[in-house]
C-alpha cells in the first residue's frame, strides 16, 4: 500500500485560502496529480486552504475526495516557555525542547508538562491516530504494537496491496500521521523537516514477511512540480530561504 501526503499551497491562514503564488502552486501540482495512474481514493482535510488546494488536482483527474475532521490542521495551542508565543505547538527553541530528553521518545513526550498544558492535545493527537489506524484498517491493515497486520481477506489479490491514497493536508498533521506511522516522537518530526507548501511525501508497506507490514519514507517533502515549473518554493512555515534548485 501506499500513503501519500499533499500539504496545502501557499496560504492565507488570516482567511483560509491560497494566496495567487499558492494557486500557481496547485495548479503546477495538478498536472503532476493528473499523471499518477491508479490512485484508490483522494482525502481531505475539512479546512479551506486544503480543499482549494485538492480542488485543482481532484479536476484534472475527475475525481472528489473524502473529507475527515482528523485529518484538519493540529493547531492544540501551547504557550511557549520562551518566548511567550500562544500558538502551535511547534516552533519551539531549540535550547528549550532539545534539552528534554523526554521529547524524543515516542511516549514520553505525551508526560512533558508543555504538551499536557492543554487539555485537548492529547486527545486530539490520540484521535489522529485512531483515525488514521481505522482507515488503513479499511484497506486490510490492522496496527498491532508499532506495525500493521494484513487481512489476507482484503489482500486476496495483488490490486489490494497496490492502493495508493493521497491525503491532501497540512504541516502539523502530516508529522503527527508519521510520528504514529513510524513509531517515533513527534517533536523531532515538527522541528526537524520542512514540507514546503505542496510539497509530496509518500510512504509505501514493506510486506517481507506474511501478515505483517510496516510503513517507510520514500520520498519527503519532494518539490519537484514546482521547480520544473519555474515556481519558486514557499517558505511559509519555515525560518530560512528554501533551496530553490
Known amino acids: 500500500m501506499r500513503i501519500i501526503f499533499i500539504r496545502h499551497g501557499d496560504p492565507n491562514y488570516e482567511k483560509d485560502c491560497l494566496t495567487e503564488k499558492g494557486v500557481r502552486e496547485a ?5 503532476r496529480v493528473a499523471k499518477w495512474e491508479n490512485i484508490t481514493q483522494f482525502y481531505c482535510s475539512p479546512l479551506g486552504r486544503a480543499k482549494e488546494t485538492a480542488s485543482y488536482s481532484l479536476e484534472a483527474v475527475g475525481r472528489e475526495a473524502i473529507t475527515y475532521e482528523w485529518m484538519k490542521e493540529f493547531v492544540y495551542f ?20 532539545t534539552e528534554i530528553p523526554e521529547m524524543y521518545d515516542k511516549e514520553g513526550w505525551k508526560q512533558t508538562a508543555l504538551y499536557r498544558s492543554n487539555d485537548e492535545l492529547l486527545p486530539a493527537y490520540d484521535g489522529v491516530c485512531k ?16 506495525y500493521y497486520l494484513t487481512d489476507p481477506e482484503k489482500q486476496s489479490d495483488a490490486a489490494n496491496a497496490e492502493d495508493t491514497i493521497v491525503i491532501f493536508c497540512h504541516l502539523g498533521v502530516t508529522c503527527i500521521m508519521l510520528s504514529h506511522l513510524l513509531g517515533i516522537s513527534p517533536v523531532p518530526l515538527l522541528h526537524g523537516f520542512y514540507l514546503a507548501p505542496t510539497s509530496v511525501t509518500i510512504l509505501a508497506s514493506e510486506e517481507r514477511m506474511d501478515g505483517n507490514a510496516i510503513f517507510r519514507v520514500q520520498v519527503m517533502g519532494d518539490v519537484i512540480h514546482l521547480l520544473t515549473g519555474g515556481e519558486p518554493v514557499s517558505g511559509a512555515g519555515y525560518f530560512t530561504e528554501p533551496f530553490q534548485r
Open 131 to 146: 483515525g488514521l489506524d481505522e482507515l488503513l484498517s479499511s484497506y486490510g491493515y490492522t496496527r498491532h504494537h508499532n
Open 78 to 97: 501551547i504557550d511557549d516557555p520562551v518566548t511567550g508565543r500562544h500558538g502551535v505547538p511547534w516552533d519551539l527553541m531549540p535550547a528549550y525542547w
Open 27 to 31: 495548479k503546477l501540482l495538478a498536472k
